[in-house]
C-alpha cells in the first residue's frame, strides 16, 4: 500500500492563480481531511469528508473548495490564491468508525507571491 | 467545538533529561487523546494515545497520562536522546453523531534535546 499520497510537494502561486492539490488513499478509508500547518498555529482542519459525495467544512474553509467524488480521491482547490494561503498543507485519513487514528500524506508546500 | 491548548511551545532539555508536554481540552465528551510527533520535513505520526477509560499508558520512553476531572492530558518522555527532537502534538475529538472523530490539534511543542 502506498497509503497517503500527495502531489506536488512544492508549488509557488501568484496571487489571484488557482490550483488544486491532489490526496489519494488506497487504504479504502472513508474519511479524509485536509489540514493547514502555519508555525505557532498547529494543524487546523480545512475540510473534510466522511465519505463519497459527502463534505464538510473545518475551521478555516475560507478560500479553499473540495469534493468528494470517489473514496480514494480528496483534491483542495483555491481558486483565488491570496498570500495568507502560504502554508504547509497535510491530507490526511482513516476509517469511518472503530478508531480515531489519522493516516498523513507527506504535505504540500505551497507559498502564494 | 473542542478547543485544546497546548504547553508550553518550546522545550529545551540536556540528553538523559526527561520532558513534560501538557495539554487541556474543552469538550468533556472527548474520550480519545493521541500524541502526534513530526520531525523536520516530515508528516505528523502517531506515536501514543489513550483512551478516556484508562489514566495512564506507557510504551517504552513515552508515557500519556490523563485527568478526565480537570480535561488535561499530559506526554511524558524519559530518558531524552537527540533523536527526540522534533515537534509533538496533541489532540483531542469532536464526539457527535456526525463528526466521526474529527481531531482538534494543539499548537504544538518544539522539543530540543541538547547532546
Known amino acids: 500500500n502506498a497509503g497517503v499520497t500527495q502531489t506536488p510537494k512544492f508549488q509557488v502561486l501568484k496571487t489571484g492563480q488557482s490550483m488544486t492539490l491532489q490526496c489519494a488513499q488506497d487504504m479504502n478509508h472513508e474519511y479524509m481531511s485536509w489540514y493547514r500547518q502555519d508555525p505557532g498555529m498547529g494543524l487546523r482542519l480545512i475540510h473534510y469528508?466522511?465519505?463519497?459525495?459527502?463534505?464538510d467544512q473545518g475551521e478555516v474553509p475560507n478560500g479553499y473548495n473540495v469534493s468528494r467524488s470517489t473514496t480514494e480521491d480528496f483534491p483542495l482547490r483555491l481558486l483565488s490564491a491570496a498570500p495568507s494561503q502560504t502554508s504547509v498543507y497535510f491530507c490526511?485519513?482513516?476509517?469511518?468508525?472503530?478508531?480515531?487514528?489519522?493516516?498523513f500524506g507527506p504535505g504540500t508546500r505551497l507559498t502564494v507571491t | 467545538g473542542e478547543n485544546v491548548e497546548q504547553h508550553p511551545s518550546t522545550l529545551s532539555v540536556q540528553e538523559g533529561d526527561s520532558a513534560v508536554i501538557k495539554c487541556t481540552y474543552s469538550d468533556s465528551a472527548s474520550n480519545y487523546f493521541p500524541w502526534y510527533k513530526q520531525e523536520l520535513g516530515k508528516r505528523p505520526q502517531l506515536i501514543i494515545d489513550?483512551?478516556?477509560?484508562?489514566g495512564e499508558k506507557k510504551d517504552q520512553r513515552i508515557a500519556v497520562t490523563l485527568n478526565k476531572t480537570a480535561k488535561h492530558f499530559s506526554l511524558h518522555i524519559t530518558e531524552t536522546q537527540p533523536e527526540d527532537s522534533a515537534v509533538y502534538f496533541c489532540?483531542?475529538?469532536?464526539?457527535?453523531?456526525?463528526?466521526?472523530?474529527?481531531?482538534?490539534f494543539g499548537q504544538g511543542t518544539i522539543l530540543t534535546v541538547h547532546p
Open positions: 469528508s466522511v465519505g463519497a459525495g459527502i463534505t
Open positions: 489513550i483512551r478516556s477509560n484508562v
Open positions: 489532540a483531542a475529538p469532536h464526539v457527535s453523531s456526525t463528526s466521526y472523530g474529527k481531531l482538534t
Open positions: 490526511a485519513s482513516k476509517p469511518r468508525q472503530g478508531t480515531y487514528e489519522q493516516y
